[in-house]
């Protein structure tokens, strides 16, 4: 019998698949001033979405959500968003529940658009999708993994070829010249893993639950496993406890969250503190290679921290 988080993860699939509206395979038509232009909930997201429409003519790629503002799942509309979402040709948006505060269902997203536009879900058909913290739901923080970010990025191609078929050559070819670099980080990253003298660790939040399988290493606990939820006191001292029974190798924070908690188990065990970025959010003028320049310092992050033999 298929397990209730499979389940969940099956639906959000399924309500991904309705995003597309009109008439599938259906060119999107270009903004009265010629340009298509594209939408992107998510500072990761939209520096994928940046790197596939690269050189693409009349094509104008834009972050909804604030640069600096990390994982949406707080995050409210405002009226420049409701502006920015009535003048989209495409929206780009993850999907797996991350942005929730677009509507409840499909066709609510899909109202938000300006007529004929179309949504892309970029985990949609995204295969090996992990459970969130209670194991109900999907965990949707892709992004934080090169694999699975190799995957998005594909997706984001195929949909930007769809929506606007003229280009649809440069939009694939430069969507798999990115996973291929993406797929290589990954790599590294496995093979890190493969060389690490103890990969037990403990995070800060669900972000890096997929680049841990990447990597090869087991999180042993997680100090702020529920969204909104800041750790007890009593959730500290059990993992202090943790730490210590399992021989954690190291405690690992963001810096989109306070540094606190950690600053707290590390001093109490004795064991390295560090810092990882998920690439959750970042500057406003972010380079092109940004992304890849994040997990390149996490990569070296954890040989530092973990004593790679």
């Known amino acids: 019998m298929m397990s209730r988080w499979r389940m969940m993860i099956f639906l959000a699939l399924f309500l991904a698949t309705t995003l597309t509206p009109g008439t599938a395979g259906a060119a999107t038509e270009r903004s009265a001033d010629g340009q298509t232009r594209v939408l992107v909930t998510t500072f990761p997201l939209w520096l994928m979405a940046r790197r596939v429409a690269a050189d693409v003519p009349g094509v104008a790629v834009d972050l909804m959500i604030p640069a ?70 999907a965990n949707p923080h892709l992004f934080a993994s090169p694999r699975m970010a190799a995957l998005l990025v594909k997706n984001i191609g195929a949909g930007l070829a769809e929506a606007d078929p003229a280009h649809a050559d440069r939009y694939l070819n430069n969507a798999e ?77 963001e810096p989109q969250y306070p540094a606190k908690a950690g600053e707290t188990l590390a001093r109490e065990t004795g064991v390295p503190l560090a810092v990882l970025d998920p690439v959750a959010n970042g500057p406003a003028d972010a380079s092109p290679d940004y992304y890849e320049r994040v997990m390149e310092n996490n990569l070296r992050t954890l040989e530092r921290t973990l004593d790679a033999r």
């Open 177 to 253: 010249s990115y996973a291929v670099t993406l797929d290589a980080l990954a790599d590294a990253f496995a093979a890190l893993g493969a060389r690490l003298a103890n990969p037990r660790v403990v995070t800060q939040h669900r972000d890096f639950d997929y680049l841990a399988r990447d990597a090869g290493l087991n999180i042993a606990g997680v100090v702020r496993p529920h969204e909104g939820q800041e750790p007890s006191a009593a959730d500290l001292l059990h993992l202090t406890r943790l730490i210590r029974e399992e021989n954690v190798g190291a405690v690992f924070t």
């Open 68 to 137: 600096g503002s990390g994982c949406p799942h707080d995050y409210g509309l405002t009226p420049r968003d409701m502006m920015l979402l009535s003048g989209a040709d495409v929206l780009i948006m993850n999907g797996l529940g991350l942005e929730a505060f677009l509507g409840p269902d499909a066709g609510t997203v899909a109202a938000r658009l300006k007529p004929g536009g179309r949504v892309i879900a970029a985990a949609e058909g995204v295969p090996d999708i992990l459970p969130d913290e209670d194991g109900t739901r």
